[in-house]
């Protein structure tokens, strides 16, 4: 009998260990962009946004307000090492994960709005300096 309950707890415990590996990977990111170059004038207008490459499985890049932008790695929150798990599309304040149909408010800190998903999207540091702006984290 103490056999059977020995393997019942094992059983449990292995059952009960998730992969902890499914989170967004912390990758350098150390970039700068020119907002007075041409390719980058979508994003001198308040409300748009335009995705460039680094971090994780891309960049966003959202004009905030007036000065302000916020910016978010592409990687979805939710199972991110899912090769498909990234936001693949934006309306207006809204990214959508066309993998795992979860959407984030890029307005509020890149929170998730509904489910799967229940963390936000991971956010990078800026500044700007006239029209030079550095992604860091």
Known sequence: MNKYKIILIFSIILISCNDSNDYIKNVYVDIDIDLSLPEFSNINTVGNVIFIEGGNKGIIIY???NFEYKIYDR?????PS??????????????????CSSVFL???DGVAANSPALLP???????????L???FN
């Open 133 to 135: 702006l550095h992604v």
């Open 63 to 65: 004009h905030y307000a």
């Open 82 to 99: 899912l090769q498909c798990s990234y936001i693949d599309s934006i309306q207006s304040s809204i990214a959508l994960c066309g993998c």
């Open 121 to 131: 999207l991971k956010q990078y540091n800026y500044t700007l300096n006239n029209s």
């Open 106 to 108: 890029l307005d509020q």
């Open 75 to 79: 990687n979805c929150s939710y199972e």
